[in-house]
């Protein structure tokens, strides 16, 4: 296994938070608001159930989940959800629980996520970046093709005929297309699209991936889901069965009040862009360039072309911390990664410290 990527980035924290004025932490995706108050008391009201609750979810869930990803993500009918404990352990498990492993190939994002290509390691695949399928050739055994819209780190948005070509290409290779769509409801300069609306009605092979630690704040609920191929999410449903990863029941109850509801989510979508409006602009002033960043929690960032490290040592130096670029695959060198996952004030703090150059 890789190292842990977020250890390196212990002697920036320590310089940043020795700043007169405190750290201000723009490097990981963590909510800091408030749970609806509504999720709450359905984590309360639930709290009193001795019994093993259901891998599928109960029928309330279901029916929740269903009715989420019909709206919207333009699901057709008899499309197949199932809850999983975080979208992190979804995208960790998944080759695994498709049975994928040696012999195989995992394809992720030539940017992304740290752990597809973890997933792919745990299982014993092999890991190929998007950005080299063209040297994939036709004996190369692909089962699972990672896409990523809107981007964790870059905030890209994939557009329907990129997603149609992704699918299609996945098809006729016999692999599954696992969208990770986690950031769907924070399009800001686009509009992100399902990869369940582009499929025409056949939902084969493909599967989407969401979580309501960013659209809810319930990163401490561990709340996630997973909706797509029927069949896929069956066979998904019953290693899960085997294996003990359920949600628990009081979280169940809090989904279901989560998503009956789209007011915090719209009052949530507000203070992402006022602190992304403050962020943007600090940086652009202090000379930095952003570039897509048109979707999602982060603004990708560089710093005169400069290696990411330095433009970490130098933001650090102000008492802001934020991911190095490469954390997130080779081509993200000369990027660093800047969250909106910081209180109004701290975010206020962070431009006043990017004022001063």
Known sequence: MPDFPWDRLAPAKQLAASHPDGLVDLSIGTPVDPVPAAVQAALRDSSDTPGYPLTMGNARLRDALTDWVRRFCLAPEGVGVLPTVGSKELVAWLPTLLGIGRGDTVVVPSLGYPTYEVGARLAGATVARADSLVSLGPTTRVRLVWVNSPSNPTGRVLPEPHLRKVIDWARSRGAVVASDECYLPLGWEASPVSALSVCDGDLTGVLSVHSLSKRSNLAGYRAGFVAGDPALVARLLEVRKHAGMIVPEPVQAAMVA?????????????????????????????????????????????????????????????????????????????HVRIALTATDERVRAAAVRLAVV
Not at 295 to 303: C, D, T
Request: contains cysteine; negative net charge.
């Open 258 to 334: 989560a998503l009956a509801d789209e007011e915090h989510v719209a009052e949530q979508r507000e203070r992402y862009a006022a602190r992304r409006a403050v962020l943007a602009g600090a940086l652009r002033g202090a000379g930095f360039a952003i570039e897509h960043s048109e979707a999602g929690l982060y603004l990708w960032a560089s710093r005169a072309g400069e290696p990411c490290w330095s433009t970490v040592d130098w933001l650090a130096r102000r008492g802001i911390l934020v991911a190095p670029g490469e954390f997130y695959g080779p081509t993200g060198e000369r």
